[in-house]
């Protein structure tokens, strides 16, 4: 079993930063490919960005190319996002996700977080 723990989220305004932390404890994460997905009210879940165990690949969603940046510390068992140029749109509950494969999509993740609000006003 892997319990993921996302933290950072927040209020922020248009054109601000945050950075987000996805963590566990017990299972090694750099045995898992960790995706980023967002859920606004109303809409259903969707991709934002994933990476590789190795960190070697990532594929993001084309609305946060060049403003969002995944990586991970294996180390540290953590996985970040750090997301620049926020703007009204990106708001929602961010949540991580694991899986022993790349996955860009919700049903190829096994393991999920409980989420973290992400407020951007404009």
């Known amino acids: 079993q892997v319990q993921l723990v996302e933290s950072g989220g927040g209020l922020v305004q248009a054109g601000g930063s945050l950075r987000l932390s996805c963590a566990t404890s017990?299972?090694?994460?750099?045995?898992?490919?960790v995706g980023w997905f967002r859920q606004a009210p109303g809409k259903e879940r969707e991709f934002v960005v994933a990476?590789?165990?190795?960190?070697?690949?990532?594929s993001y969603a084309d609305s946060v190319k060049g403003r969002f940046t995944i990586s991970r510390d294996n180390a540290k068992n953590t996985v970040y996002l750090q997301m620049n140029s926020l703007k009204p749109e990106d708001t929602a509950i961010y949540y991580c996700?694991?899986?022993?494969?790349?996955?860009?999509?919700?049903?190829?993740?096994?393991?999920w977080g409980q989420g973290t609000q992400v407020t951007v006003s404009s």
């Open positions: 990476i590789s165990r190795s960190g070697g690949s990532t």
């Open positions: 017990g299972r090694t994460l750099s045995s898992y490919a």
């Open positions: 996700a694991a899986h022993l494969f790349f996955a860009t999509t919700p049903r190829g993740y096994d393991y």
